[in-house]
């Protein structure tokens, strides 16, 4: 029941990427840059209030904050279903976002807490596999609904599973809550995050109708980067900063993290601006759509945990490497290869090769951020990953889909996508490279 709660989130991001083209369609006098904010804006809202959610799990209760998170996604899934305009849709995702960032970090301490310590390993295993494997889902489950139902039923689907959850887990689970009285994380510092995520996000889906060179485009990427200047500012002299930004001189938590960034930034514009490739350019149902870039997140939760077991004896970069080596290699090679007609067996074979080299890289990343921080300082370290992780799904997103709708022809759309995927992730290599979590390694 917890694994469940806490995949609402998952298949909530994911689901979007079938989504897209569907509310296109159902609203056709929105743009695309406006259309983009409904995916936008549940990232923006996720990397500002996740950390201030698990403290704040640990200091009403665990149990409590589970409820009141998915009581907030049931509200804002209502609210998505009924949606008369995109704008409303914007809000209810928002306001489901905000629900994942209370049931998340909930749900995880009460499951902890729940169990007897012979039995952690194999529940942070599986917790790993199902957030993995979750996202997988989003697409075809949304293809399917989208297909029979409407769009409308990507979020009425969340109802009786939000529902079952608010009436099974009060009788099941004790209330907890932390030893320890934990102050409050910085709340300026996530209005700070999300907006400077916000404006950046703006300068790079407005950059097609308004054009780079514009001055709100380059207004919007600088303002936004400023703030974020102000954000590690702050965050440096704060006594309780939302992200410990102080464990950046711990240099594997810095350079996992920078990768991390960068990498996830790639992988997001692929996931999203492909899906809309397919479904849009090449005139596949929602459903096949949905199946075809499920192998993506698939393979990362599938191989997470097996690949965490191993890395940890062997350094976790053994994998990093190898794998961004085999994402570049297939995604230059489908770049070659695919164009305006519609190859199945070549593209869904590389979104599977994809998808395991990612594998390979998002858990390893993942666990060298933390390899070196103390067990007091697990929280901190993995407040900081998941907010890279959610600035990068937008970043990553915003530029994916600008550049698939803005291009003249598929084959255009195929070469901007391609570029932006192979470069990025090349810009990460430099920080994977130095990344040494082995045993005998160094250490500093």
Same mark, same amino acid.
């Given at each position: 029941m917890l694994i469940l709660s806490a995949a609402l989130s998952g298949i909530g991001l994911s689901i979007m990427t079938v989504g897209y083209p569907a509310l296109g369609e159902a609203f056709p006098g929105v743009s695309d840059p406006t259309l983009s904010w409904v995916t936008n804006i549940f990232t %923006?809202?996720?990397?500002? +209030?996740?950390? %201030?959610? &698990?403290?704040?799990?640990?200091?009403?209760?665990?149990?409590?904050? #589970?409820?009141?998170? $998915?009581?907030?996604?049931?509200?804002?899934?209502? #609210?998505?279903?009924?949606?008369?305009?995109?704008?409303?849709? %914007?809000?209810?995702?928002?306001?489901?976002?905000?629900?994942?960032s209370a049931i998340h970090p909930a749900?995880?301490?009460?499951?902890?807490?729940?169990?007897?310590?012979?039995?952690?390993?194999?529940? $942070?295993?599986?917790?790993?596999?199902? &957030?993995? +494997?979750?996202?997988?889902?989003?697409?075809?489950?949304g293809g399917l609904v989208i297909e029979w139902l409407g769009w409308e039923w990507m979020f009425w689907l969340n109802v009786p599973f939000c529902l079952i959850i608010l009436i099974v887990v009060p009788a099941v689970f004790r209330e907890s809550r932390s030893g320890e009285s934990r102050a409050l994380p910085d709340p300026l510092g996530g209005v700070?995050?999300?907006?400077?995520?916000?404006?950046? +996000? #703006?300068? %790079?889906?407005?950059?097609?109708?308004?054009?780079?060179t514009d001055a709100r485009v380059i207004g919007s990427i600088i303002g936004g980067l400023a703030v974020f200047g102000l954000f590690v500012q702050r965050s440096l002299h704060h006594p309780n900063p939302l992200v410990e930004l102080r464990l950046f001189q711990i240099p594997n938590v810095r350079r996992s993290n920078l990768a991390m960034l960068i990498f996830a930034s790639s992988w997001f514009g692929m996931f999203f601006g492909f899906t809309v490739i397919v479904i849009r350019s090449w005139g596949w149902t929602p459903l096949e759509g949905g199946f075809a870039v499920a192998p993506l997140p698939l393979f990362a939760g599938v191989l997470g945990v097996l690949i965490g077991r191993i890395a940890h004896r062997t350094g976790h970069r053994l994998f990093i490497l190898p794998g961004t080596a085999i994402y570049v290699g297939t995604?230059?090679?489908?770049?070659?290869?695919?164009?305006?007609?519609?190859n199945a067996a070549v593209f869904v074979t590389g979104m599977t090769v994809i998808g395991i080299s990612t594998g390979m890289v998002f858990p390893s990343l993942m666990a060298a951020s933390i390899s070196d921080v103390s067990p007091d300082q697990h929280s901190l370290a993995t407040g900081i990953n998941f907010t890279a992780q959610r600035v990068a799904t937008t970043i990553g997103v915003a530029l994916g889909l600008t550049f698939v709708t803005s291009a003249a022809s598929t084959s255009d759309a195929i070469d901007l996508l391609?570029?932006?995927?192979?470069? +990025?992730a090349l810009v990460s290599l430099p920080f994977s490279a130095r990344i040494d979590t082995r045993p005998s390694g160094p250490q500093s």
């Open positions: %923006i809202v996720a990397a500002a +209030t996740l950390v %201030i959610g &698990g403290v704040l799990a640990d200091r009403v209760g665990r149990r409590r904050m #589970l409820m009141a998170g $998915v009581g907030l996604f049931l509200a804002g899934s209502v #609210l998505g279903g009924l949606a008369p305009s995109v704008g409303v849709l %914007i809000g209810a995702r928002a306001v489901m976002a905000a629900g994942g749900a995880v301490a009460l499951l902890l807490a729940s169990l007897p310590s012979n039995r952690l390993p194999l529940a $942070v295993g599986i917790w790993a596999v199902a &957030g993995g +494997t979750s996202s997988a889902f989003g697409p075809p489950v700070m995050v999300a907006a400077a995520t916000a404006l950046v +996000t #703006l300068g %790079i889906v407005q950059s097609d109708p308004w054009g780079w995604t230059i090679a489908l770049w070659l290869v695919l164009g305006d007609e519609p391609m570029g932006m995927v192979v470069v +990025t």
